[in-house]
């Protein structure tokens, strides 16, 4: 580890240190809290929910079994929240209420029931002991999102004891977002904490004067977190589509009630907007990058009814660094940036200069994309060079993550963009060129890729180079390595050799293209797939070896079968 990135580890560890002391003085910090709270005694409004609601995970619950991150949990007649739970994202999702919003589907009053004997049951145990996966920040701003929002569900018909128990509860909860955003660094859940409480401002009886504060924080946390072009500083095509789903509601309030809607929020939406219909393939599903998952479709078209933006999506996002690739029902989507700084890598892949493909209805070439609810080796499996459609050298990653129990799992060794173009040439084919230096420090070599789709979309030219960026001048030369070039296939696509260096891909709904590299051996592979909405499941990829520096060109293309 060179001198700089020793200060710049022992800097972020600093960092990382005082936050992780100020989470944990949180129980001393909230215990003035605790006296003299002023909770009110009523609530105003509950906020839209957009989330589709599903009856029978309702039925479910009421029968004590819970479907929640991707496992089945029966708790029988007990409550959950005093049993052994089978793991840490199952209890934050439970502890999150988010799947309270089922429970509205029913309808009945058994329902409302069951919905307040389970809160009751949180509040008695977890309501005021700040401790376990309840209390992460993230989690406790989704819970305060859903009981607002779902508030009618469980207060129809409540006794006045239980209600007084839920608003005090709900009060305990903002004060404590409150003071544990401090605590955080820039992401996500900062800003889902920002949207809590302005939601909470609106929902609860509060003065003007703090309405308009919570609503100005919120401001300054969406222009720290959302970029010019719409993306969000995760570079996560996903988080357009999360923070939508609450920021839609969040407006719509502040309309309903006559407040004045904060600056920032309105234009902040209408530039996501853009942003999700650029990471959108044509089967409607988004592009796996940098930590998305699988895209339920029902939240996927419940935001997008709101877009009133229109028009095609952009070529490129120039702050996000992704750019499209698009002529007739062929979308091709490309990443071409790096994580914009050490603190905003934490859930970053290493995946600069892969690509995904789609046309017609269905996606071919994909990343393995990000395990919904898997532990943390899968997720880091994900997250490297291997699990994208581009080129790994010696079986590595174009950037390290670092293995530090201290600062957590960040990319202090991220690549750096050397080029990145685009143009046209004199037939109308749509070109895109860029580079990378990830694999100089290791192996000496800069990773180049070329890639071409057609006017009429029907064919794909690729073309990977390598070469020693200091050779001409004398400097030393690269390395004997084996580059491997990757090409994640979707689940739904089948592949049928035709050749030595030819594959067929065929789509369910009978659209064919042929993949194809002169010289080359063309391998089919095992792979996995992270990103499915049921799971991980088996897929395939295919490969090919080349060995540097005798082989240093790449050239391969795909071509629609007609």
Request: net charge positive; glycine share 8%.
């Amino acid at each position: 580890m060179q001198l700089a990135e020793r200060r710049r580890f022992v800097a972020l560890g600093l960092t990382e240190t005082r936050r992780r002391l100020c989470r944990r003085l949180m129980p001393v910090r909230m215990l003035a809290g605790k006296i003299g709270l002023q909770a009110p005694d009523r609530l105003v409004v509950a906020p839209t929910d957009l989330r589709a609601v599903d009856s029978f995970v309702a039925e479910e619950i009421m029968s004590g079994r819970f479907r929640l991150a991707g496992r089945l949990f029966d708790a029988g007649d007990e409550s959950p929240f005093l049993q052994q739970l089978p793991s840490r994202a199952f209890a934050e999702r439970l502890h999150s209420f988010a799947w309270l919003r089922h429970m509205r589907a029913l309808r009945t009053n058994e329902a409302r029931a069951q919905a307040r004997t389970l809160m009751a049951s949180w509040m008695q145990v977890h309501g005021r002991r700040l401790s376990g996966h309840g209390w992460e920040p993230h989690v406790a701003a989704e819970r305060m999102i859903a009981w607002l929002s779902h508030s009618p569900v469980v207060l129809h018909g409540a006794e006045a004891g239980f209600y007084r128990r839920f608003m005090r509860c709900l009060a305990f909860q903002r004060r404590y977002l409150r003071r544990a955003i401090d605590c955080l660094p820039m992401g996500e859940a900062r800003l889902r904490i920002r949207i809590a409480l302005a939601m909470a401002s609106l929902a609860m009886p509060s003065p003007e004067k703090l309405v308009r504060r919570e609503g100005q924080r919120l401001d300054r946390e969406l222009e720290a977190q959302i970029l010019a072009d719409g993306g969000h500083v995760s570079r996560n095509p996903r988080a357009a589509l999360d923070l939508l789903l609450d920021l839609l509601p969040l407006r719509q309030t502040y309309v309903n009630l006559g407040h004045d809607v904060p600056a920032k929020l309105i234009p902040t939406i209408d530039r996501i907007f853009p942003a999700l219909r650029f990471f959108r393939h044509q089967d409607g599903d988004l592009a796996l990058f940098n930590g998305a998952s699988a895209t339920p479709a029902t939240e996927l078209m419940s935001v997008l009814r709101y877009d009133e933006t229109g028009g095609k999506p952009f070529k490129a996002l120039p702050h996000s660094h992704y750019h499209r690739l698009t002529a007739g029902d062929t979308t091709l989507l490309v990443d071409t940036g790096q994580p914009l700084s050490a603190e905003l890598s934490r859930s970053a892949h290493a995946g600069c200069l892969s690509f995904e493909f789609s046309a017609g209805r269905s996606r071919f070439i994909v990343n393995a994309g990000a395990p919904t609810f898997a532990g943390r080796t899968y997720r880091q499996l994900s997250r490297a060079t291997a699990a994208h459609s581009t080129v790994t050298l010696g079986e590595t990653s174009s950037a390290r993550v670092t293995p530090s129990a201290l600062i957590g799992p960040l990319m202090l060794e991220a690549v750096d963009v050397l080029v990145s173009e685009r143009w046209e040439d004199a037939y109308g084919n749509d070109w895109l060129r860029a580079a990378h230096d990830g694999y100089v420090r290791p192996f000496g070599y800069v990773h180049q890729r070329e890639i071409g789709l057609a006017a009429k979309g029907n064919k794909i030219k690729g073309y990977d180079h390598f070469f020693v960026p200091d050779a001409e001048a004398g400097g030393p030369q690269g390395q004997r390595v084996t580059a491997t070039a990757r090409f994640h296939i979707h689940p739904s696509v089948t592949l049928t050799r035709v050749d030595v260096d030819s594959v067929s891909l065929e789509a369910p709904d009978g659209e064919t293209w042929l993949f194809s590299a002169p010289g080359q051996h063309v391998q089919i592979g095992e792979d996995v797939f992270f990103a499915d909405v049921s799971g991980m499941r088996p897929s395939e990829q295919l490969l090919i070896e080349i060995s540097l520096p005798e082989t240093t060109d790449l050239r391969w293309m795909l071509k629609q079968q007609v």
